[in-house]
């Protein structure tokens, strides 16, 4: 089993130095909102996605006041150890590092030390646009198959090309256009039967999570839509090129895949309940991890940020429960209230550390056994 066994942040977010070790089970941080919880389960994200979770840019990343950070971590595995290290300054590139190398493209990365967040900003996969959902597949794809991230990046490329063609240029460039098309069918194929396959593998364990999580014997449905069900892309994309000039962007392709949740055959969106809509959210991340864990053959890291905001406490303990039962890898929960999770652990009787947090920094440090 893999665990993350050591992490040191410098001038990330609020942290200006700090180590911490980890138990290869249940790593709990207990303090106030705004005190940097969020933070170290970001800080891990990092290390393994090559990217924050919630920032798009790196420098939103960087401590007030500095011009830099560093993410260093240290992952074991039965047999051996990875060095990992992740620096990054203003207006320079990012550097990534495993066991002292750099790499030479961030992509080769993702996938290695895979991980899955859950957070309250997940509510927007059933109430954000079509992109949080098309986010969700890429995340889970791309740790498990590196070339389908090779795929994606190659088809974003040439429909940004195509895309400025049609911004730009009158109907003489339709040759230009099919140039493109070209580029872009062969990926787009790919990524269409990736995530289509990724749908129907993730079904089944979707609808047993969420049977455990809701106690509810509501049928619950995912469903995979995509223009390039509908046939031939090359001929979809000659189809709608008048379209495409007249309103200067591609309006067909695998950039507007959706994912469609129902419950009892109605809309997750429309007609589900909140505690409904959170259950969902929480089967969908425990079936992504589940997925991966099948796919890589190993559990993935499993960061649970704030999930007593999103639940009762009997719903918390279910959860904990089932993420303590042995097929789940290292757990990182956050939460505000210390006894809470300090009687939860002590009910399922996990091995876990606990820190605790204030203003200053880390106050705290207790491991299982000793109160």
Known sequence: MMHLARLEMT???????????????F???????????????????????????????????????????????????????????CAFQKQKQKVFRLNGKDYQRMSDHVGKYPVVMLSPADSTLITGSSEERRRYLNLIISQYDPA????????????????????TGGNGSSGLLEIYDEQMAPEAEM???????LTENLLPIFRSYYEKISGGAEKVSIRYRSHLSGGDYLQQLAASRERDFALQYTTTGIHRDDLVFEIEGHSARISASQGQQKSFIVALKLAKFGLISRMNGFAPALLLDDIFDKFDQNRVEEIIRLVGS?????????????????RILDNTGVDFRLYRIGKKGIEEEITNGSH
């Open 326 to 342: 042995g097929e789940f890898g290292q757990v990182f929960i956050t939460d505000t209230q210390q006894e809470r999770i300090h």
């Open 191 to 197: 990524i269409h039967r990736s995530r289509r396959d």
């Open 27 to 85: 790593n709990c941080f207990v303090g106030n909102n705004g005190v940097g919880k969020t933070n170290i389960l970001d800080a891990i994200h990092y290390l393994s996605l090559t990217k924050s979770f919630f920032n798009s840019s790196d420098t939103l990343s960087i401590r007030h006041g500095e011009d830099y950070f560093m993410i260093r971590g240290t992952f074991v595995t039965d047999e051996n150890s990875d060095d990992l290290y």
């Open 148 to 167: 389908y991230l090779e795929a994606h990046m190659r088809y974003n490329k040439a429909l940004m090309q195509r895309n400025k063609v049609l911004r």
């Open 11 to 25: 001038n990330f977010k609020n942290y200006e130095e700090v180590a911490l070790e980890f138990s290869p089970g």
